[in-house]
T-cell receptor, first 111, second 113 residues
Framework: QQQVKQSPQSLIVQKGGISIINCAYE??????FPWYQQFPGKGPALLIA?????SEKKEGRFTISFNKSAKQFSLHIMDSQPGDSATYFC??????????FGTGTSLTVIP | DVKVTQSSRYLVKRTGEKVFLECVQD?????MFWYRQDPGLGLRLIYF???????EKGDIPEGYSVSREKKERFSLILESASTNQTSMYLC????????????FGDGTRLSIL
């Protein structure tokens, strides 16, 4: 059973456009929601993260929007660039150590 | 910067072999993890360890075991490799406490023939 559901599976965006990736969860005990970026041949790297008591967090062109009541969170990439082309994973952490990952979104930004 | 190093980038083994995947982290993290990554399935947790000689099963532990004899090193063992264990294997480490992220190695792509 997938604890964190991620969509879309793949996304193609024009350079300069906005990329939006969505995730949903059921477990209200999750207390930390990171997003990871993975380039081919590399491991996932932390991009940005949010706590459930915050509705939005912005770092440069990357923003997480968090809707606690709907149990949804999303990643917005503003002014998308070809260098943003990668696979993105959302995740959620339960109490303790266990992280649950979404199935990933392959983003392609075309020039 | 945290560095998580996986000993092999690519590995090819035969069915029935015992396979060892090694992972080392340099940040004195208490917690270490092994995941496998398959297309369309995301990252699935195999085992994790929160201290030396301590281990916990993740979501898909069948066919795998782990060893953590030193804090910086976490090994994944395929007792008798099978073709359905062909996958990308990712190691991660994490500090205990609060909202600390996991730090990943670059993975080992394992093929079982």
């Amino acid at each position: 059973q997938q604890q964190v559901k991620q969509s879309p599976q793949s996304l193609i965006v024009q350079k300069g456009g906005i990329s939006i990736i969505n995730c949903a969860y059921e477990n209200t005990a999750f207390d930390y929601f990171p997003w990871y970026q993975q380039f081919p041949g590399k491991g996932p790297a932390l991009l940005i993260a949010i706590r459930p008591d915050v509705s939005e967090k912005k770092e440069g062109r990357f923003t997480i929007s968090f809707n606690k009541s709907a149990k949804q969170f999303s990643l917005h990439i503003m002014d998308s660039q070809p260098g943003d082309s990668a696979t993105y994973f959302c995740a959620a952490k339960a109490a303790g150590n266990q992280f649950y990952f979404g199935t990933g979104t392959s983003l392609t930004v075309i020039p | 910067d945290v560095k998580v190093t996986q000993s092999s980038r690519y590995l090819v083994k035969r069915t029935g072999e015992k396979v060892f995947l090694e992972c080392v982290q340099d940040m004195d993290h208490e917690n270490m993890f092994w995941y496998r990554q398959d297309p369309g399935l995301g990252l699935r947790l195999i085992y994790f360890s929160y201290d030396v000689k301590m281990k916990e099963k993740g979501d898909i532990p069948e066919g795998y075991s782990v060893s953590r004899e030193k804090k910086e090193r976490f090994s994944l063992i395929l007792e008798s490799a099978s073709t359905n264990q062909t996958s990308m294997y990712l190691c991660a480490s994490r500090s205990t406490g609060g909202n600390q992220p996991q730090h990943f190695g670059d993975g080992t792509r394992l093929s079982i023939l």
